[in-house]
């Protein structure tokens, strides 16, 4: 039986426009003639190059290896040659290394894994080297290696395992569908990461407008020990630290992660590649994207293989009825705005958005009026109209002081901004302005 969740402090409402893809299943993206797979996917170290221009690969053999421990292996996405290695528009706008997969038609996988079928009877560090191996990354936009979430160091003593469903990023719904159409795989995903914990269960946190998607993982969850959590609709309900709140009650530190308070986080989407890697064999080479938004002629979700330009996901889409004002990989609330169709679907790529003209302002940012609704909103209990002034005048040692490093960039005082200041961007620059001072200092 549920308990009843706790309500963060914070939080907006914004309208989540999710209707326009979340009755639509899970396609299967066809065979294209060409894959532009950027290397670096992963927070930490990136992997490095085994291939060459001219080299014959299969689908799913390593193109690189693990450039360290906070790092994972890439892998081909279809059988073909290296046609180049050379840069792409990477996602934050800079050129980005990458390795081009043409492909001989024949999508012929290479040598797969070794299923591990009795997972339940086979060693912890065995199934964690397997998620290691596949090269699984936090896929609900992070990226970060999963292998380490799945590492706590000694003495930290981890007792709760928390799937986040909550997918509270409005107009994306790719992990609803995976929810709705593969609930055995996420919940078996879920028993497989318990498992490498030391852990004999484990709860899914979803927000209630997913009541589909509730009722199928009630369906296979019990069978498994792991919990269905109902969740009230409040963004940002996903962010880690207040999806632990809701459901344990318990605090993150500022500065402190999830296992500082015993719990660890995973993705719906990286439960189902866990799954796929140990029970099937299978590396980390493909993940269902929400392409939508009211420009979009046939809104949607997509299974793309990574390597997938942005341009041929529309394309699949049905192509665009208006030309939109804004695309933006991820929501519309922590997505990043693109300026190419040359970036191209990474393993963290939860949604492709189109911003219509008609949904968007051109405002200018007016001086600040202290009324308050950043703080209100503000999930992390900062001031958010105190820092950006201070980031304005380039005191970053002064919002440093007053725990911009803290934000989880959710955007809701943005939101509410009735002088529609660049809040979320203002503590972005903070925080690059401190790393790079820190690094200098190092």
Same mark, same amino acid.
């Given at each position: ?58 689908? &799913? ?6 450039? *360290? /421990?906070? !790092?994972?292996?890439?892998? =081909? $996405?279809?059988? #073909? ?53 596949? &090269? ?6 992070? *990226? /970060?290696? !999963?292998?380490?979430?799945? =590492? $706590?160091?000694? #003495? ?287």
């Amino acid at each position: 039986m549920s308990e009843k969740p706790r309500k963060f402090k914070g939080g907006v409402h914004p309208n989540d426009s999710k209707a326009l893809s979340a009755s639509k299943a899970i396609q299967d993206a066809p065979l294209l003639d060409a894959y532009t797979v950027i290397m670096h996917q992963n927070i930490g170290a990136p992997p490095e190059l085994l291939v060459k221009k001219g080299d014959a690969v299969k689908k &799913g053999q390593l193109l690189a290896k693990a450039g *360290g /421990f906070v !790092s994972v292996p890439l892998h =081909s $996405p279809t059988s #073909g040659t290296v046609g180049a290695i050379d840069k792409c528009p990477g996602p934050t706008g800079i050129a980005v290394p990458a390795i081009t997969i043409n492909s001989d038609g024949e999508d012929e996988w290479g040598s797969l894994f070794e299923p591990i079928s009795d997972w339940k009877n086979t060693a912890p560090a065995d199934l964690k080297q397997r998620v290691w191996d596949a &090269g699984i990354v936090g896929m609900g936009g992070a *990226g /970060f290696p !999963s292998h380490v979430k799945l =590492s $706590p160091p000694e #003495g930290k003593g981890i007792d709760t395992l928390i799937l986040n469903g909550a997918e509270c990023e409005p107009y994306l719904t790719a992990d609803h569908r995976l929810m709705v159409e593969q609930p055995k795989d996420v919940v078996l995903g879920a028993a497989i990461i318990a498992r490498i914990l030391g852990l004999d269960s484990a709860v899914i946190g979803i927000e209630e407008n997913k009541p589909d998607a509730i009722a199928e993982l009630q369906k296979v969850a019990g069978e498994y020990n792991v919990r269905v959590q109902p969740l009230p609709v409040n963004y940002p309900q996903g962010a880690e630290k207040q999806l632990i709140y809701a459901i344990t009650g318990r605090e993150v530190p500022v500065g402190k992660l999830p296992m500082d308070v015993k719990c660890v986080v995973q993705n719906i989407a990286s439960a189902v590649a866990v799954f796929e890697a140990v029970v099937k064999g299978i590396p980390s080479i493909e993940r269902v994207t929400t392409v939508t938004g009211k420009p979009i002629v046939h809104p949607g979700n997509w299974r793309f293989r990574i390597g997938t330009p942005i341009s041929k996901a529309l394309e699949l889409a049905g192509g665009i009825n208006e030309q939109p004002a804004k695309l933006l990989l991820g929501g519309p609330m922590m997505g990043i705005a693109q300026s190419s169709l040359g970036v191209t679907v990474m393993k963290n790529t939860s949604g492709i958005l189109l911003i219509a003209r008609d949904e968007v302002s051109l405002y200018t940012s007016e001086p600040c009026i202290r009324c308050g609704r950043c703080v209100d909103a503000c999930p992390m209990d900062i001031l958010p109209a105190t820092i950006s002034q201070a980031v304005e005048n380039k005191r970053f040692d002064w919002a440093e002081e007053l725990n911009v490093m803290a934000c989880i960039e959710c955007g809701s005082c943005s939101y509410v901004c009735p002088s529609h200041r660049p809040l979320n961007q203002h503590f972005k620059w903070a925080k690059v302005e401190i790393q790079s001072k820190l690094r200098r200092r190092n």
